[in-house]
Nanobody
C-alpha cells in the first residue's frame, strides 16, 4: 500500500491534533494500519493500530485515554485523534501497514509499508 500522512503541526500542551493517513493500492481489508512515532535520538515506537476488517484496536500505554485511532473505509483513511497533548508527544509520526493476520503487531519490523511522516511539535 501507498501511504500519505497529513495533519501534523505545532500545538500547545493540552491541545489537540488530528492526523490522517490516506492509503491506496492493495486490498486494505487484509491490513493492520498503525501509527508510530520517532523523536530525535530515540527509536521508533508504537502508538496505536487498528485492524482494517474488524476494527480491533491497540494503543500504547503512554497514549491510552488521550489518543484514538479510527478508520474511514469509504475514504481509505486512518485517523489518529490526539487530545491532551504533552511535550513528550513531540515526534515525527508515521503511518504504517502490515499484513499480519492473527495479532496486531507493535514491532515496526512487522510493518511492510510506511508513509513519509508528519511532524508533531507540542510546546510547553
Amino acid at each position: 500500500a501507498q501511504l500519505v500522512e497529513s495533519g501534523g503541526g505545532l500545538v500547545q500542551a493540552g491541545g489537540s491534533l488530528r492526523l490522517s493517513c490516506v492509503a491506496s493500492g492493495g486490498s486494505l481489508s487484509t491490513y493492520v494500519m498503525a501509527w508510530f512515532r520517532q523523536a530525535p535520538g530515540k527509536e521508533r515506537e508504537f502508538v496505536a493500530a487498528i485492524s482494517w476488517a474488524g476494527g480491533r484496536t491497540s494503543n500504547a500505554d503512554s497514549v491510552k485515554g488521550r489518543f484514538t485511532i479510527s478508520r474511514e473505509a469509504k475514504q481509505n483513511t486512518v485517523a489518529l485523534q490526539m487530545n491532551s497533548l504533552k511535550p513528550e508527544d513531540t515526534a515525527v509520526y508515521y503511518c504504517a501497514a502490515s499484513t499480519a493476520r492473527l495479532t496486531i503487531p507493535t514491532n515496526p519490523s512487522r510493518y511492510d509499508d510506511w508513509g513519509q511522516g508528519t511532524q508533531v511539535t507540542v510546546s510547553s
